[in-house]
């Protein structure tokens, strides 16, 4: 097995525990959310990593922030709550909340991960959140899930006033408000089994003889085209009240 990077300790565990706001009967589900695959013997492949759990978190998270729009919205369409949807359950909005719980330090990796930064990376942070979000699931029940994701993702819900548009729609539209092409999408990576691959796409921007671009990542082209939109936005200095 390769050299690792330190076990969270059962205190750090505990601390963990009480801002998820939830103690685990089984552990190992919480291990298992926290460990990165390059953590595990390559025997193993992804098998004991988060990866199959990030499967499930994604759909339980969507499943509760369905609900909220559909609570708080009571009278927008189904286009409209697929916009609002779409930011919610971002890589950006998972990433932001796993800071805000401080999960970077508690993920397991290979000491090489550790060292690259893996910790801190925007795409590991938002799938151990998934993962972590299906764990509270898997011991507890929807409720544990619901108890942790409502108090985080409903002031966003909240702060939403007019549905935001999808980075990849805001990125065209600026670039057409200055007669610059289309923003083009190359895939320039996969990695993964094919059942389950992660697509790497930069996003390139005509403007003037330099022109811009950008990378994103996902578990779709369409979320990893997103992703890069997103990145490209923020290099262009767009902020989100910008965008609307």
């Not at 750090?12 to 009480?18: D, I, K, M, Q, V």
């Not at 932001?96 to 690259?116: H, M, N, T």
């Not at 671009?213 to 779709?220: C, F, I, L």
Request: charged share 30%; proline share 5%; aromatic share 6%.
């Amino acid at each position: 097995m390769a050299s690792t990077s330190p076990a969270p300790d059962a205190g750090r565990f505990g601390e963990l525990e009480a801002r998820l706001g939830h103690s685990f009967k089984e552990g190992g589900q919480l291990q298992r959310a926290l460990t990165h695959s390059s953590a595990l013997a390559r025997s193993k492949g992804g098998r004991g990593s988060y990866e199959r759990l990030e499967f499930l978190g994604d759909r339980v998270l969507g499943l509760v922030v369905a609900d909220l729009l559909l609570r708080r919205f009571p009278d927008e369409s189904e286009g409209e709550l697929a916009k609002r949807f779409a930011y919610l359950v971002s890589g950006e909005i998972l990433a932001k909340v796993a800071r805000q719980i401080e999960l970077g330090p508690l993920i397991a990796f290979s000491r090489g991960e550790a060292d690259s930064g893996g910790s801190d990376n925007p795409a590991i942070l938002a799938d151990v959140m998934e993962a972590v979000i299906a764990a509270l699931y898997r011991d507890g029940g929807l409720e544990a899930a619901r108890r942790f994701i409502e108090p985080r993702w409903k002031p966003l819900v909240e702060a939403d006033h007019e549905p935001p548009r999808e980075p990849k729609t805001a990125l065209q539209e600026w670039a057409q408000g200055r007669g610059l092409a289309l923003p083009k999408y190359v895939e320039v990576a996969r990695e993964g089994p094919a059942h389950d691959p992660r697509f790497t796409i930069e996003v390139r921007l005509e403007e003037g003889k330099a022109g811009r671009s950008a990378r994103g990542e996902g578990r779709s082209k369409r979320q990893a085209e997103q992703e890069a939109a997103e990145a490209l936005l923020r290099d262009l200095g767009i902020g989100k009240e910008e965008k609307k």
